[in-house]
């Protein structure tokens, strides 16, 4: 794919005026790039060896406050620093920004320049080595959804919330006439993406007025993970060159679809033989892959927090507008939170249903991985299919209901703290806990217009 660059290829380019800033990036707990810009020149005479950064960028909230309480780093610790080490092999154009290329990095310790073990890309690139030492590939692909607006983010933040104006006026959904008036952004972010190297395939309208998908095609789990992160990232910068603005929230408006981040999962083998596959079995699935289905299964409602990770996310999960409410699987069934496609051909997967646009998608596929190797390991029994309508049925696994209750459920998990440690859970169940109290504590406009009269 074009955009993708050695670090040989940016020498020269950097050399012929072409490239003069590098961004060097790493990923915080909420899925964001955090990082700096680096004058080109310095990067490629030593500077990609590594830089530095302050460990408080895995211990703030969405706002960047400086959350108390974590065992990591705080206060009276002095906020000292993590190491950055560019991931060279992740190094790319960036073509909606000029002269600028990018590299995500990994976080290492700064004095034993070990990974830190509470970082997103560290998180995952262990469950990943975990699978590999099983003999599986864990190949993934998420679909990512989200809102524009005409209105900018200066405007937003200026005070035009009140007036959040959708790009379009009415569900768009596969709608080719409505896309047309929209293509001017979506063209640049596809194109934006292909140069940089994201194997994009389509974007498209989305189940509601001014909502719109993008996808990109699967690969191993961590190149899933950091394609999710750039495109977001392409799609915010893309949208504010333009002067609109997007939303990855997860639910928006609660008259509206929410956004979802639908997650495709499958295991192939080191020689690349597809493991999930089974010519002969009733849905074309493999033993293996109903181990790994039932462990999913067995651990959704422990994992459900790194699946939907803040307050809002948990209003997406509502019925009758495509996000599951029931943590159960189906074949090709989107009422379930966990749906099996591609049956009988080598493409069969699991695609879970529950996590929202606003998800960490290192967290979200770490975590997935992590109950379905455990299906795996234990040779858990997939049980029975359930057809029909999931948000009729009553009495089956639901998804927990609000990011307290999930978050309940984290700190309880036996398996979580076995796969990630239990200072990861820890440090994650601890942010939960924060976005809890943070949303307890605050006044909303529903309450104010509900109450100020009446009460």
Same mark, same amino acid.
């Given at each position: 794919?074009?955009?993708? &660059?050695? #670090?040989?290829? %940016?020498?020269?380019?950097? @050399?012929?005026? /072409?490239? !003069?800033?590098?961004?060097? +990036?790493?990923?915080?707990?909420?899925?964001?790039?955090?990082?700096?810009?680096?004058?080109?020149?310095?990067?490629?005479?030593?500077?990609?060896?590594?830089?530095?950064?302050?460990?408080?960028?895995?211990?703030?909230?969405?706002?960047?406050?400086?959350?108390?309480?974590?065992?990591?780093?705080?206060?009276?610790?002095?906020?000292?620093?993590?190491?950055?080490?560019?991931?060279?092999?992740?190094?790319?154009?960036?073509?909606?920004?000029?002269?600028?290329? &990018?590299? #995500?990095?990994? %976080?290492?310790?700064?004095? @034993?320049?070990? /990974?830190? !073990?509470?970082?997103?890309? +560290?998180?995952?690139?262990?469950?990943?080595?975990?699978?590999?030492?099983?003999?599986?590939?864990?190949?993934?692909?998420?679909?990512?959804?989200?809102?524009?607006?005409?209105?900018?983010?200066?405007?937003?933040?200026?005070?035009?919330?009140?007036?959040?104006?959708?790009?379009?006026?009415?569900?768009?959904?596969?709608?080719?006439?409505?896309?047309?008036?929209?293509?001017?952004?979506?063209?640049?972010?596809?194109?934006?993406?292909?140069?940089?190297?994201?194997?994009?395939?389509?974007?498209?309208?989305?189940?509601?007025?001014?909502?719109?998908?993008?996808?990109?095609?699967?690969?191993?789990?961590?190149?899933?993970?950091?394609?999710?992160?750039?495109?977001?990232?392409?799609?915010?910068?893309?949208?504010?060159?333009?002067?609109?603005?997007?939303?990855?929230?997860?639910?928006?408006?609660?008259?509206?679809?929410?956004?979802?981040?639908?997650?495709?999962?499958?295991?192939?083998?080191?020689?690349?033989?597809?493991?999930?596959?089974?010519?002969?079995?009733?849905?074309?699935?493999?033993?293996?892959?109903?181990?790994?289905?039932?462990?999913?299964?067995?651990?959704?409602?422990?994992?459900?927090?790194?699946?939907?990770?803040?307050?809002?996310?948990?209003?997406?999960?509502?019925?009758?507008?495509?996000?599951?409410?029931?943590?159960?699987?189906?074949?090709?069934?989107?009422?379930?939170?966990?749906?099996?496609?591609?049956?009988?051909?080598?493409?069969?997967?699991?695609?879970?249903?529950?996590?929202?646009?606003?998800?960490?998608?290192?967290?979200?596929?770490?975590?997935?991985?992590?109950?379905?190797?455990?299906?795996?390991?234990?040779?858990?029994?997939?049980?029975?299919?359930?057809?029909?309508?999931?948000?009729?049925?009553?009495?089956?696994?639901?998804?927990?209901?609000?990011?307290?209750?999930?978050?309940?459920?984290?700190?309880?998990?036996?398996?979580?703290?076995?796969?990630?440690?239990?200072?990861?859970?820890?440090?994650?169940?601890?942010?939960?806990?924060?976005?809890?109290?943070?949303?307890?504590?605050?006044?909303?406009?529903?309450?104010?217009?509900?109450?100020?009269?009446?009460?």
């Amino acid at each position: 794919m074009p955009g993708t &660059l050695t #670090l040989d290829t %940016l020498k020269t380019l950097v @050399t012929k005026g /072409e490239i !003069d800033t590098v961004l060097v +990036a790493c990923i915080d707990m909420q899925g964001r790039l955090m990082g700096k810009r680096f004058h080109a020149a310095f990067f490629v005479n030593g500077g990609h060896t590594e830089t530095h950064c302050c460990n408080y960028l895995l211990a703030v909230d969405m706002e960047m406050n400086t959350v108390p309480g974590y065992k990591s780093t705080g206060w009276e610790k002095g906020y000292g620093d993590y190491v950055i080490r560019p991931d060279m092999t992740t190094l790319r154009l960036v073509p909606w920004l000029p002269g600028t290329a &990018l590299v #995500l990095g990994d %976080l290492l310790d700064h004095h @034993t320049h070990e /990974e830190v !073990d509470i970082s997103p890309r +560290a998180i995952l690139k262990r469950q990943v080595a975990r699978a590999r030492a099983m003999g599986f590939e864990p190949m993934m692909a998420t679909e990512l959804e989200f809102y524009i607006f005409e209105n900018s983010y200066e405007n937003l933040r200026d005070g035009g919330l009140r007036d959040l104006r959708p790009i379009s006026a009415y569900n768009e959904d596969y709608h080719l006439f409505q896309t047309t008036k929209e293509e001017g952004l979506m063209r640049a972010v596809r194109n934006g993406l292909y140069g940089a190297g994201i194997p994009v395939e389509n974007t498209k309208g989305e189940a509601d007025s001014g909502q719109h998908e993008v996808n990109y095609k699967y690969s191993d789990a961590l190149d899933t993970a950091d394609n999710h992160v750039i495109v977001k990232q392409a799609v915010r910068e893309i949208a504010h060159a333009q002067g609109k603005s997007v939303t990855f929230m997860a639910k928006y408006d609660h008259r509206k679809a929410g956004s979802s981040a639908h997650v495709h999962q499958s295991l192939w083998t080191l020689d690349g033989k597809p493991a999930f596959a089974d010519k002969d079995d009733t849905h074309g699935m493999s033993a293996t892959m109903k181990h790994f289905v039932a462990g999913q299964l067995a651990h959704a409602r422990d994992i459900t927090a790194f699946l939907a990770p803040y307050v809002n996310s948990y209003k997406r999960f509502t019925i009758g507008m495509f996000a599951p409410t029931k943590a159960v699987w189906s074949a090709d069934n989107r009422t379930a939170g966990f749906r099996v496609c591609g049956e009988h051909t080598k493409a069969v997967r699991v695609e879970c249903r529950i996590p929202g646009s606003d998800v960490n998608p290192y967290l979200a596929c770490a975590a997935l991985l992590a109950a379905g190797l455990d299906g795996i390991e234990k040779k858990m029994e997939l049980e029975p299919e359930l057809k029909g309508d999931m948000y009729a049925a009553q009495g089956i696994r639901e998804i927990p209901h609000t990011l307290r209750e999930a978050a309940d459920l984290l700190n309880k998990s036996a398996m979580l703290r076995a796969a990630f440690g239990d200072d990861v859970v820890d440090h994650y169940h601890h942010a939960a806990q924060w976005e809890i109290s943070e949303t307890d504590r605050v006044v909303t406009d529903f309450e104010l217009q509900r109450l100020l009269e009446r009460a």
